[in-house]
């Protein structure tokens, strides 16, 4: 199964503390013992990364770096067909745009599950929406 992370989960799970951050790290750890891979999206690592570096904090920027350069997580890309889907979910769902790309990312590329702490993603239909509990 291929899992698409919103940026939130690998937020949470790389630097984050806290019930969020365990939550996280035990539904990825579940993921990679069942064989399944996550994807991202340079949208993801943008997200991921603008805290650390607004703060100086090379640390966890190291961290996110090193999450993204793994063998085992897949880089999807942002294309055409990417962003037409984007405008598609935005329009016709209302989702706010960086939302919307996340999506079209997901199912674009073939992935099997969104996973997202955002529970206003659920009603999304082309692609099964997990919210991390």
């Known amino acids: 199964m291929l899992v698409y992370c919103d940026s939130m989960i690998l937020i949470y799970y790389l630097d984050l503390v806290g019930p969020f951050q365990v939550r996280a790290g035990n539904r990825l750890a579940t993921l990679q013992s069942a064989g399944d891979q996550i994807a991202f999206s340079d949208l993801t690592r943008l997200e991921c990364r603008v805290t650390p570096i607004r703060l100086g904090d090379m640390l966890t920027l190291s961290k996110f770096d090193a999450f993204f350069a793994l063998p085992d997580v897949r880089w999807v890309p942002l294309t055409t067909a990417v962003y037409d889907r984007a405008t598609d979910v935005r329009a016709l ?41």
């Open 93 to 133: 769902h209302g989702v706010r745009t960086a939302d919307a790309i996340h999506l079209a990312a997901a199912v674009e590329s073939g992935c099997d599950v969104f996973l997202t702490n955002d529970t206003r993603l659920m009603a999304y239909p082309d692609i099964t929406v997990e919210v991390l509990q």
